[in-house]
């Protein structure tokens, strides 16, 4: 029972184009998500989140967008490096829990 | 300065033999997790501590027993280890009291089961 899902397991863009990896999910306890990101041999790393009360948020050249009523989000990264070539994770958590629900990743590969 | 870190960071070891696996978090959080990532790269989160008092234990065979010895430890003990049990495990901590859920994870720990 997958409460979080990303769909594409692979993506493959052109440096400098924009990536879109997206993530779904079916709890609607749900209210924050979170978007990590993994290279080979280390631990995910935090990269960027969104509260149920938004429907984006920006860092830099990374966004994420939510659409509560599809229960859908998306990350964005523009432009695309080849250095954002790793494994991006989507999770999910409900307010004030510990648990965080991973989807099963994608894997991005920025080509130069 | 590693804020989330584990030992060892590979294990092989034959089926039946006990192992543990420690970890050890510098960022004054209260919360730390263990993650199991299996074959199909799944992040399932196994064990969940807060102030040293066990609040999440995700239905994970009792041969696994997590040991928190103050709050910025988090070790992981498995006895009769079994095959299906190679993956990578991963540590985490975050802090307890805020709206969202931010988790800082260790390097991860490959246990190889043979």
């Known amino acids: 029972d997958q409460q979080v899902k990303q769909n594409s397991p692979s993506l493959s863009v052109q440096e400098g184009r924009i990536s879109i990896l997206n993530c779904d999910y079916t709890n609607s306890m749900f209210d924050y998500f979170l978007w990590y990101k993994k290279y080979p041999a280390e631990g995910p790393t935090f990269l960027i989140s969104i509260s149920s009360i938004k429907d984006k948020n920006e860092d830099g050249r990374f966004t994420v967008f939510l659409n509560k009523s599809a229960k859908h989000l998306s990350l964005h990264i523009v432009p695309s490096q080849p250095g954002d070539s790793a494994v991006y994770f989507c999770a999910a958590s409900a307010r004030y829990g510990n648990k965080l629900v991973f989807g099963a990743g994608t894997i991005l590969r920025v080509k130069s | 300065d590693t804020a989330v870190s584990q030992t060892p960071k590979y294990l092989v070891t034959q089926m039946g033999n006990d192992k543990s696996i420690k970890c050890e978090q510098n960022l004054g959080h209260d919360t730390m997790y263990w993650y199991k990532q299996d074959s199909k790269k799944f992040l399932k989160i196994m064990f969940s501590y807060n102030n040293k008092e066990l609040i999440i234990n995700e239905t994970v065979p009792n041969r696994f027993s997590p040991k928190s010895p103050d709050k910025a430890h988090l070790n992981l003990h498995i006895n009769s280890l079994e095959l299906g049990d190679s993956a990578v495990y991963f540590c985490?901590?975050?802090?307890?009291?805020?709206?969202?859920?931010?988790?800082?994870f260790g390097p991860g720990t490959r246990l190889t089961v043979l």
């Open positions: 985490a901590s975050s802090q307890s009291g805020v709206s969202y859920n931010e988790q800082f």
